[in-house]
C-alpha cells in the first residue's frame, strides 16, 4: 500500500513547472508556425513578408538555420534593389537614345536579378541595334558607290545617313 500525505509546496512547485513547460510547448508551435508561414511567403517570392514572420519566430525561438535564411533573404533583396536601380538608369539611357548603354544596364540587372521580359526586352534591342548596324554598312556601302561615281552630294547624303543609324569612325 501506498500513502500519500499532501505536500502543498511540492504541488504548486509541480503545478508551475507544468505551466511553465506547456507554455514553452506553446512557444515552440507558434515559432514553428510562423517558421513555416515565413516559408510559403519565400517561396512565393514576397520576401519582406517572410523576413517579418522569420524574425518574429527567431524572437520566440532562436535558431541558427532561420538565421541563415534571413542572411540569404537580406542579401537577395539587396541584390534585388540593385538590380532595379541598374533597370532604372537602362530606362533612362533607352529613353534618351543610348541603346548600348542601355543593354549594358539591363544585362548587369539580369546578372544580379534573373528577369525573363527583361531578357526579352534586352534580346528586342539587341536586334535593333544589329538591324541599324547592317542598314548603316549598307549606306555607307552606297555613299562609297556614289563617291566612286563622283556624285560627291549623294555620296556626302548617305554617309550621314550611315552616321545617324550608326555613328562610326
Known amino acids: 500500500a501506498k500513502i500519500a500525505w499532501p505536500m502543498p509546496d511540492i504541488d504548486t512547485e509541480i503545478e508551475a513547472l507544468e505551466k511553465a513547460v506547456n507554455a514553452i510547448r506553446l512557444q515552440r508551435q507558434e515559432a514553428e508556425w510562423l517558421r513555416d508561414t515565413a516559408s510559403a511567403y ?33 542579401q537577395r533583396l539587396a541584390l534585388v534593389a540593385e538590380a532595379d536601380k541598374l533597370v532604372i538608369q537602362g530606362d533612362k539611357q533607352e529613353k534618351s537614345g543610348r541603346i548600348v548603354e542601355a543593354i ?21 534591342l539587341e536586334d535593333i541595334l544589329n538591324q541599324r548596324k547592317r542598314q548603316a554598312a549598307l549606306l555607307f556601302r552606297e555613299g562609297v558607290e556614289q563617291y566612286r561615281k563622283k556624285n560627291e552630294a549623294e555620296a556626302l547624303l548617305r554617309f550621314r545617313e550611315s552616321m545617324l543609324m550608326w555613328p562610326s569612325p
Open 42 to 74: 519565400d517561396q512565393e517570392g514576397q520576401f519582406q513578408e517572410a523576413l517579418e514572420y522569420y524574425n518574429r519566430a527567431m524572437k520566440l525561438v532562436p535558431s541558427e538555420a532561420v538565421e541563415e535564411r534571413v542572411a540569404r533573404i537580406t
Open 104 to 124: 549594358a544596364s539591363y544585362k548587369s540587372s539580369l546578372e544580379l536579378n534573373p528577369d525573363e521580359a527583361l531578357g526579352q526586352h534586352v534580346k528586342r
